[in-house]
C-alpha cells in the first residue's frame, strides 16, 4: 500500500479510534466460553446474562427504571432507546464499565465487594448507578451533534473534548454517593486528599485529568472528582451541575490557556469563578484544621521509592506484608530491623496470613488466565514455604481473604456479589458453610481468636459493625457499647472500621470519623472472653499518613503509613496504655462493650447447608411492567435475538455496521485527482464486548475493486482470537499488483508456580496471495494496467506461513519507572510452511530470543538477542525480506552500513545505566513535564553467515539519551504520554578505522502511549 493512502486513511482511523473509544474494554474476556446468554427488557434496559447472574439481574431489573427516571431528571438528560446491561459472575474481581462505542452499553461484574473499599448500601446497585450515570451523561449533547450521532454514531460527540476524567469519573462518584453512602462520604477517600494537602502535593485540575503519572495513578480521577463534584453540588447546587452536562455537550471553546480552554471555559460561565479559584475553595474545604503529627517512625520503604502496601500480619518478633508494586511478600524482623523478601508474585495478592508454627504463608489472591490479564479471573488462596518461598502444592480455590483456622481455612465464598462465610479443613474435601450473605450483606475481614472462634467485620446495607464467630454454638454475637457516650457514637466509630486483626491477644483495627486521619482502634477482650465484657480504645492520636493494617509484634503496634505517592510500614509512636472510665487524657477514648447475639433472623444464616438456603427475595416492582409480559419473564425463553453459533454473541440489532462508522476517501498516490475511490471505517461490537471488528472498506475505481481490512477479535473461547483479512491493490513502477492475505491468530497465557511468572503461547497461521497484472509480462503504462478489474488478474503466489512465539516473563514496569523489574525470555519463528505458482521466492526461518532484561540490578537494564535467517538481512537492525524481528531498541540503530548478503545469524545486546530521572510535574498551558532522565548505553552485536568481502564482524559503540516525559491532553479523553528524545553515540568501531562511517552519530527518536 503506498504511503500516502496508508498515512491519511490510517491516521484519519487511528484519530477517530481514540477519540471515540476511551472508555472501551477492547480486550474484554467477560464471560466463560460457550456461555449462553438470556435477557430481560425493561422499558429503558435489557439485562443480558447468564443462568448464574438470573438472581442478580431480577434484583436491578425490578428497580433500574425508577434509578434511570431519578439520575435522568438529576442530570437533565434523556436516552433514546434502551441500554444493554450484560452482566457477567465469570470473574472474581468485582468491577464494571460503561462502553459508549460503537453504542452505549453497560457491563458489571457481578462480583463481592469487600470492606477495604467504601461503604454502600447495595453493591450491586452502586455499581449500576456508576455505571449509569456515564451512559446518561454521555448522552449529552447539542441538537447539531444528535443530528450527526444518528448519521454517523457515538463519535461525533463534544464530551469527547470538553469532559476530562475527573469529570467523567467525578459525576458517577458523586451520584453513587447520594444516599450517604459511596466514596464521597468516606472518611477513608477525604484521608487520601488531606494527606495531599499536608505533604502540600494537593493535585491540580491538570494533573487530575490524567497527567498525574505516579502513585496512587487513575485514582485520582475518582477521590479528586467525586469529592470536587459532591463539593460543587452542596454549595452551588444542582442546577449549576445539570448546566454544566449540558453545555458540555453542546460548547466548543479553545484556547491557548489550558486553564481557559474547553471545560474550564465552560465552567467559568456557568458558575461565574473560574475553575482554579473553586478548586482552591475546595481544598481550603478538605483540608484539617487540627495540626498533624508528622514525627513518625518508619522503618521500611521501598527501595523503588514508591511501594503498595498490603496485608499486613504478625508473628513473634516478624511483620510479614505485600508490597504490591514490588510484587513480592516481605518480612520485616523488630529484632534486628532488616527487612527480606519471602515470596515474589504478581500484583494480584491482597491478603495473606501466617501459619501457627510460622512455616507457612496463605495468600490470597487471583489465578488470571487468558490474554487480557485481568478481567476473567479466579480468586484462590495459595501456600507457601516461608522458608524457600515456594509453593507446598496447596492451592484454595474460589475463596477470598484465607485464614488459617482449626485444622484447615477459613474465607469468604461468594455467590454472585453476595458473599458467605466457609471453613476448608484440609483432610476434606467438603466445604462447611458457616454463614450465608443474603442480598445487601458483606463479610470481611476475617481474624482468628484461637481454636473455636474467629472475629469479622459485616456490613448490612452499608452500615459496619464487628462480630465474633463461635465455631462451636454455630452462631455469631456483634460487639455493642454497654454505655454509649457522645464521642464514641456507634454509628461514627464502626461505621468505618477497618483492617480488623487479632494480635497478641488484642483485635486491632484502624477506624476514622469525618474530623480527622485514620486512627488506631483496640479492643481488649477482657480476663472472661467473648462471653463477658471487653474495652474497645480509640486513639485519638493522628499522624500524617494515618494509622492503617495495624498489628502488634513484642508489645509494640506496627501499621502501614499512607503517604501521598507511597506507603511505609512504621511503629506507632504515641503511648496508648489503657484509659480508665473518665481520666482525662488525648491519646484515647475508652467505652465498657458487650457482645449482643444476633437476631433469631440473622442467626438462622448460620451453618446452613447449601440445600438448606433460603430463597433469594426480589424487591422492586412486580415483573408484570416488562414489554415482554409476564409469561416470557418467567418462563425464561432463550434470547432469540442471539445468533445461535458457539463462538459469536452478537444481537442481530448490534451487529449493524452503521452503529459507527467514518465515511472516507480512499487515497491513491498514483491517482490524478490525489484519491481513487471512497467507502469508510466502521466499528462493530456486540453488548458483552466478546467480539470486536474494525473494518475498512472502500470502492477503488482506478482497479474497479473493494479494498478491504477487517479484524475480528474474538474472546467467546477462553483466549482470544485475532482474524485479519486484506485485500487491495497498488501500482509499481512497471506494473500493479493485487495483495490478498488472512491471518488468524491466538493469544495463550497461564501463569507458573507463582503468578508473578507467566508463560505465554501466541501461534499465527496465515495465508498469502499475490496477484499480477495481466499485463506485467510486457511492463506498459500504468493507466493501461488499470483498464481492467484487479479481481481478473493473474495469481502470481501464493504461500502459506507459520508465526510462533513463545514468552517467559515476570517483567513488570510502572509508569513512573524508565525500566522494568524482572524479565522476559522470548521465542519467536517465522517460516513458510508451503509455497505455490512462483518457484523464485525462497523459504524464511527467523528466531529471535529476547531478555529484557535477563539480569537484574537496580537501575540497570540488560538486553540480550540472536536471530537465524534462511534470507539474507538488510541492515544491523535485524530487517530481513520478509520478516522484522523484534529488538529494535536494543539494535545498533547508529550505524547506516549495509551488512552484505548470505548473513544467516546475528547476536547482539545492551547493557543500559540510568544516570538520573527527576520528576518535574508541573505544565506550562497544555503541555505537561512528567520528568526528564538520562540513560548510557553499551550496545553491541556480532554475525556470521557467507560473507562476501571484508567487512567487521563484530560492531559496538556507546550511547547517550536524554528523554523528556510528557502528557498532551488533545481530547478531554485522552491523556497522551509523548517522549521526545535526543542520543548520541560514540561508535567505537569507527575509530579504528574499521569502517568507512564517521564516529559520532546524532538523532531523535519519539514515543508515544495512551
Known amino acids: 500500500m503506498n504511503f500516502s493512502k496508508f498515512f491519511i486513511c490510517k491516521t484519519v482511523c487511528f484519530i477517530v479510534f481514540f477519540a471515540a473509544a476511551p472508555l472501551a474494554s477492547l480486550r474484554a474476556q467477560n464471560l466463560r466460553p460457550f456461555s449462553k446468554a438470556r435477557s430481560i427488557t425493561t422499558e429503558h434496559f435489557e439485562f443480558i446474562f447468564p443462568d448464574e447472574s438470573e438472581p442478580t439481574a431480577r434484583f436491578l431489573a425490578g428497580r433500574a427504571d425508577a434509578i434511570y427516571d431519578r439520575l435522568s431528571d438529576f442530570l437533565g438528560v434523556k436516552l433514546s432507546g434502551r441500554v444493554p446491561v450484560s ?43 456508576h455505571e449509569l450515570v456515564h451512559a446518561i451523561c454521555a448522552g449529552s449533547k447539542s441538537p447539531a451533534m444528535g443530528f450527526l450521532q444518528n448519521i454517523f454514531g457515538a463519535w461525533p460527540n463534544l464530551l469527547l473534548f470538553n469532559a476530562p476524567w475527573f469529570m467523567v469519573e467525578g459525576a ?97 460561565n456557568i458558575y461565574n469563578k473560574k475553575l482554579t479559584e473553586v478548586w482552591d475553595d475546595f481544598k481550603n474545604d478538605i483540608k484539617l484544621e487540627n495540626e498533624i503529627s508528622t514525627d513518625i517512625k518508619i522503618v521500611y520503604k521501598s527501595e523503588r521509592k514508591h511501594s503498595k502496601i498490603i496485608g499486613v500480619v504478625s508473628k513473634n518478633e516478624n511483620i510479614y506484608f505485600i508490597d504490591s508494586y514490588a510484587q513480592r511478600i516481605l518480612v520485616y524482623n523488630t529484632l534486628t530491623q532488616q527487612t527480606k523478601t519471602v515470596v515474589s508474585l504478581d500484583e494480584s495478592a491482597y ?15 487471583y489465578i488470571r488466565w487468558g490474554a487480557n490479564s485481568g478481567q476473567l479471573s479466579q480468586p484462590a488462596a495459595v501456600e507457601y514455604h516461608v522458608k524457600s518461598g515456594l509453593p507446598t502444592g496447596r492451592v484454595f480455590k474460589d475463596i477470598y481473604y484465607a485464614r488459617y483456622f482449626k485444622d484447615g481455612i477459613l474465607g469468604i465464598a461468594s455467590s454472585t456479589h453476595r458473599t458467605n462465610i466457609v471453613y476448608r479443613p484440609f483432610s476434606s474435601k467438603n466445604e462447611e458453610l458457616l454463614i450465608k450473605g443474603p442480598e445487601g450483606f458483606i463479610f470481611g475481614d476475617i481474624s482468628p481468636i484461637d481454636e473455636n472462634r474467629f472475629a469479622f467485620i459485616c456490613i448490612e446495607n452499608g452500615r459496619r459493625e464487628i462480630s465474633i464467630f463461635d465455631y462451636g454454638l454455630k452462631k455469631a454475637r456483634s460487639f455493642t457499647f454497654l454505655q454509649p457516650r457522645d464521642e464514641l457514637n456507634a454509628g461514627s466509630f464502626w461505621n468505618y472500621v477497618r483492617d480488623l486483626n487479632f494480635s497478641e491477644g488484642k483485635l486491632l483495627f484502624q477506624y476514622e470519623n469525618s474530623e480527622g486521619m485514620p486512627k488506631l482502634g483496640e479492643i481488649d477482650l477482657g480476663e472472661g472472653g467473648p462471653s463477658g465484657a471487653g474495652t474497645a480504645f480509640f486513639y485519638a492520636d493522628e499522624f500524617s499518613g494515618g494509622v492503617h493494617s495495624p498489628v502488634k509484634s513484642g508489645g509494640r503496634v506496627f501499621h502501614k503509613s499512607a503517604f501521598s505517592a507511597t506507603d511505609a510500614l512504621s511503629l506507632y509512636s504515641a503511648s496508648f496504655a489503657a484509659v480508665e472510665e473518665g481520666v482525662s487524657a488525648k491519646t484515647a477514648f475508652s467505652a465498657a462493650l458487650s457482645l449482643k447475639d444476633w437476631s433469631a433472623e440473622r442467626n438462622s444464616l448460620c451453618a446452613l447447608s447449601p440445600k438448606a438456603e433460603p430463597p433469594m427475595a426480589f424487591a422492586g416492582p412486580s415483573f408484570k411492567d416488562f414489554s415482554k409480559g409476564d409469561a416470557a419473564i418467567q418462563n425464561w425463553e432463550p434470547y432469540h435475538d442471539i445468533i ?68 475480528w477479535t474474538n474472546f467467546s473461547f477462553g483466549f482470544p482470537i485475532y482474524f485479519y483479512y486484506d485485500d487491495y491493490a497498488l501500482a509499481l513502477e512497471y506494473y500493479a ?42 511492463p506498459v503504462n500504468v493507466e493501461n494496467v488499470k483498464s481492467n478489474s484487479a479481481y481478473d488478474w493473474k495469481e502470481n503466489t501464493k ?54 532484561p535477563f539480569i537484574h540490578i537496580s537501575g540497570v537494564k540488560q538486553t540480550l538477542y540472536a536471530s537465524y535467517w534462511d534470507n539474507y538481512l538488510k541492515n544491523v537492525q535485524g530487517d530481513s525480506i520478509m520478516a522484522s524481528t523484534n529488538f529494535k531498541d536494543a539494535s545498533l540503530n547508529e550505524y547506516s552500513m549495509k551488512i552484505p548478503q548470505k548473513m544467516k545469524w ?27 532522565y538520562m540513560t548510557l548505553a553499551y550496545r553491541w552485536a556480532y554475525w556470521g553467515g557467507q560473507l562476501e568481502g571484508e567487512y567487521p564482524q563484530y560492531l559496538h559503540s556507546a550511547l547517550l539519551n536524554l528523554a523528556l516525559k510528557n502528557t498532551i491532553i488533545p481530547a478531554a479523553l485522552v491523556p497522551l504520554k509523548i517522549v521526545p528524545s535526543v542520543w548520541a553515540s560514540l561508535k567505537i568501531s569507527a575509530l579504528n578505522g574499521g569502517i568507512e562511517e564517521s564516529p559520532l552519530a546524532f538523532g531523535f527518536k519519539f514515543s508515544y502511549s495512551y
Not at 98 to 105: A, D, F, R, T
Not at 351 to 365: A, E, M, Q, W
Not at 800 to 827: C, H, K, P, V
Not at 914 to 926: A, D, G, R
Open 172 to 268: 458517577a462518584v458523586a451520584l453513587e454517593s447520594e444516599k450517604k453512602f459511596g466514596r464521597t462520604n468516606d472518611p477513608l477517600v477525604k484521608g487520601r486528599l488531606r494527606q495531599d494537602v499536608i505533604e502540600n502535593v494537593f493535585k491540580t485540575p491538570f494533573q487530575a485529568e490524567g497527567a498525574w503519572d505516579l502513585p496512587p495513578g487513575g485514582q485520582v480521577y475518582y477521590d479528586y472528582g467525586g469529592l470536587f463534584f459532591a463539593y460543587l453540588i452542596r454549595v452551588y447546587g444542582a442546577q449549576k451541575f445539570r448546566e454544566l452536562w449540558k453545555d458540555a455537550g453542546a460548547v466548543f471553546h479553545f484556547s491557548i490557556n489550558k486553564y481557559n480552554n474547553g471545560f474550564y471555559y465552560i465552567f467559568k
Open 737 to 778: 499488483e493485487r495483495i490478498s492475505q488472512t491471518s488468524l491468530y491466538a493469544y495463550f497465557k497461564f501463569p507458573i508456580l507463582t503468578n508473578r511468572l507467566t508463560f505465554s503461547f501466541q501461534p499465527g497461521l496465515s495465508v498469502s496471495h499475490l496477484y499480477l497484472s495481466r499485463y506485467s509480462e510486457n
Open 906 to 932: 546475528i547476536l547482539g545486546g545492551q547493557t543500559e545505566i540510568k544516570l538520573f530521572s527527576f520528576n518535574i510535574q508541573k505544565n506550562i498551558t497544555h503541555l505537561y513535564f512528567n520528568r526528564v
Open 351 to 365: 491478603s495473606i496470613d501466617i501459619s501457627p508454627d510460622g512455616k507457612r504463608l496463605l495468600v490470597s489472591n
Open 644 to 711: 445461535s453459533m458457539p463462538f459469536v454473541n452478537f444481537t442481530l440489532e448490534k451487529i449493524n455496521p452503521f452503529n459507527l462508522w467514518v465515511p472516507l476517501l480512499y487515497f491513491n498516490q498514483e491517482s490524478k485527482t490525489g484519491f481513487s475511490g471512497a467507502g469508510g471505517f466502521f466499528y462493530i461490537a456486540d453488548p458483552l464486548d466478546s467480539n470486536i471488528i474494525f473494518l475498512e472498506a472502500y470502492y477503488d475505481w482506478d482497479y474497479n475493486m473493494a479494498p478491504v481490512h477487517l479484524t
Open 799 to 852: 504461500g502459506y506461513f507459520l508465526n510462533i512465539a513463545f514468552i517467559l516473563s515476570t517483567m513488570d514496569a510502572w509508569s513512573w519507572e524508565i525500566f522494568g523489574n524482572g524479565f522476559s525470555q522470548a521465542f519467536y519463528l517465522h517460516t513458510w510452511l508451503k509455497k505455490d505458482l512462483n518457484p523464485g521466492l525462497e523459504n524464511v526461518i527467523t528466531v529471535a530470543a529476547e531478555p529484557l
Open 87 to 129: 452482566i457477567t459472575p465469570h470473574t472474581g474481581e468485582v468491577n464494571g464499565y460503561m462502553n459508549p462505542v460503537p453504542y452505549s452499553h453497560i457491563l458489571l461484574f457481578d462480583t463481592p465487594q469487600f470492606p477495604d473499599f467504601a461503604n454502600f448500601e447495595n453493591t450491586v446497585e452502586s455499581l449500576f448507578i
